[in-house]
T-cell receptor
Framework: AQKITQTQPGMFVQEKEAVTLDCTYD???????LFWYKQPSSGEMIFLIY??????QNATEGRYSLNFQKARKSANLVISASQLGDSAMYFC????????????FGKGTKLSVIP | DTGVSQNPRHKITKRGQNVTFRCDPI?????LYWYRQTLGQGPEFLTY????????KSRLLSDRFSAERPKGSFSTLEIQRTEQGDSAMYLC?????????????FGDGTRLSIL
């Protein structure tokens, strides 16, 4: 089974509108962390936001927020007030357990912002 | 505050040749990671160092692959007897400590093309 599933290969959003990028995860470990990264066409991976499995509140960082639904094992990224510079690939990733440091990534969602 | 630096940015080589990539992490970071990313996929974990100790290795890291971090600072990833399937972007990341909420900060990657 896929550890991280991103079901939207591509998404379009109008500039200034909000968009939600989906991520579901699969783990039996009670301790895990979820990360979202942005990868523009230039290739660098840029960290956006983090949500821990024990966090009571949904994470927010500027225009980015996480809709964390633990029972449904989903951690959707919400980008508010989309800008042209938000056009990029977006990856959801998970770190599982206290003993492992590796991140497991999904296949990504390509977001295109339309002027 | 310089980020993670990877060299070279691009490497083109013939099948069967050996290649070596270098990664310089963010200076105060003692954890270093290597990932591989093929076209249309998210990064896949290869290996992880804490200081000079290699603590995690993926089964993706065949015996043709070797990584070192001799003094706990920069790291090298060597691929011996390269194959067509080794063509990918090789990403290096670093992080400050073991806390779950510490993101991994990525370099711009080395793109390997095997002729």
């Amino acid at each position: 089974a896929q550890k991280i599933t991103q079901t939207q290969p591509g998404m379009f959003v109008q500039e200034k509108e909000a968009v939600t990028l989906d991520c579901t995860y699969d783990t039996s470990d009670p301790s895990y962390g979820l990360f979202w990264y942005k990868q523009p066409s230039s290739g660098e991976m840029i960290f956006l936001i983090y949500q821990g499995s024990y966090d009571q509140q949904n994470a927010t960082e500027g225009r980015y927020s996480l809709n964390f639904q633990k029972a449904r094992k989903s951690a959707n990224l919400v980008i508010s007030a989309s800008q042209l510079g938000d056009s990029a690939m977006y990856f959801c990733a998970m770190r599982e357990g206290q003993e492992s440091y590796q991140l497991t990534f999904g296949k990504g969602t390509k977001l295109s912002v339309i002027p | 505050d310089t980020g993670v630096s990877q060299n070279p940015r691009h490497k083109i080589t013939k099948r069967g040749q050996n290649v070596t990539f270098r990664c310089d992490p963010i200076s105060e970071h003692n954890r270093l990671y290597w990932y591989r990313q093929t076209l249309g996929q998210g990064p896949e974990f290869l290996t992880y160092f804490q200081n000079e100790a290699q603590l995690e290795k993926s089964r993706l890291l065949s015996d043709r692959f070797s990584a070192e971090r001799p003094k706990g600072s920069f790291s090298t990833l060597e691929i011996q007897r390269t194959e067509q399937g080794d063509s990918a972007m090789y990403l290096c990341a670093s992080s400050a400590d073991a806390a779950f909420n510490q993101p991994q900060h990525f370099g711009d990657g080395t793109r390997l093309s095997i002729l």
